[in-house]
């Protein structure tokens, strides 16, 4: 996608700087506050408007409505049957807005010299992905705990899997750049078969959801993503934000803690907004934004004639 004008994309401060907040530009918190905004909006016009309706009524539902697993109390009539842990995923689509916004901003860059950019930046159409992805997790587990019925457990499940298949081909699309640089030899665009790869996959995953054990599979994603940030820290440690990949593993280390928490009910109380599912969510989305981030960053933008160690 070629740039939308030749009009610079950011306009400088009187001190010459681009305006920006918490290192963003203004326009990206703009196209992402204005989305989320009238997401929420839509949201709480829907509940509003069927609130007490029972909805879900004639769909098969999940052995959680029975039997739950989480400490917070189930409104059968309400529309969103827990409160805390449906809104509480809106964390996973505020963090796909954001990719979303940054891969625009790198698609209207893209005249710009190459050199100095990361491979994440070079190629927005795998941020697309990631973003999309953080949606998608947001989408599925956010409708099965809105309604807790068994397709939406389906949904909810293998939405997981999707942000860390995207990043595992953000650090595979980073490598074939490496290696580029490293024995010149020509690539051709590698993003559509990753793209392919991440969208082959969360398919296959959600089909057979219920034939294998989701708790292994998230294990080997997640250790997937490790064992390549380890090989990362050997072969690339110049070129790489490691801060960035310790928040993601500490936030994901804190909401697995709040999540056993309350699953042994030690958390809070049932009728509370607080609750340690609801903050396990919250503290994943940052986990999978700190992973889009460590992908993202490089160390150094500066080119050099050496090849990065791969």
């Known amino acids: ?9 950011e306009q400088p401060n009187r001190s010459g700087s681009v305006r920006s907040i918490l290192g963003l530009p203004i326009r990206i918190h703009l196209f992402v506050g204005g989305g989320f905004l009238g997401l929420v909006l839509l949201l709480i016009g829907v509940t509003s408007a069927f609130d007490g309706q029972d909805i879900w009524r004639g769909w098969s539902e999940s052995r959680g409505i029975k039997q739950p697993n989480y400490a917070e109390r189930i409104y059968r009539e309400n529309v969103f049957r827990t409160r805390a842990n449906t809104w509480s995923n809106l964390g996973f689509v505020l963090v796909g807005f954001y990719v979303l916004g940054l891969a625009v901003r790198d698609w209207q860059r893209r005249s710009t010299v190459r050199e100095t950019r ?26 099965f705990h809105a309604s807790l019925t068994r397709w939406s457990q389906q949904l909810d499940v293998a939405s997981m899997y999707a942000p860390l298949l995207a990043g595992i081909a953000l650090h595979l699309g980073r490598w074939s750049r490496a290696a580029h640089a490293r024995w ?19 398919g296959l995953l959600y089909r057979y959801k219920w034939s294998m054990s989701s708790a292994r599979v998230l294990t080997t994603l997640i ?3 490790a064992m390549l940030g380890l090989v990362d820290l050997i072969f690339m440690r110049r070129q790489r934000r ?29 009728d509370t907004w607080l609750q340690g599912h609801a903050v396990w969510h ?10 889009y981030a ?17």
């Open 1 to 9: 996608m070629p740039p939308i004008n030749d009009a610079p994309l």
């Open 294 to 310: 460590y992908q993202r960053c490089e160390a150094s933008a500066d080119p050099s004639p050496t090849p990065p160690r791969f």
């Open 118 to 143: 990361s491979y994440v930046e070079e190629t927005p159409e795998l941020s697309v992905i990631f973003g999309i992805a953080s949606i998608y997790l947001g989408f599925g587990s956010g409708l």
């Open 184 to 202: 010149g030899r020509p690539r051709a665009p590698l993003w559509p078969w990753l793209a392919a790869g991440v969208f082959i996959g969360s």
């Open 223 to 225: 250790l997937t993503v």
């Open 242 to 270: 490691f801060r960035w990949l310790v928040f993601s593993t500490l936030a994901l280390v804190a909401a697995v803690i709040c999540r056993e928490q309350d699953i042994a009910g030690k958390f809070s109380g049932p």
């Open 282 to 291: 919250l503290l994943s989305a940052a986990s999978v934004a700190c992973l």
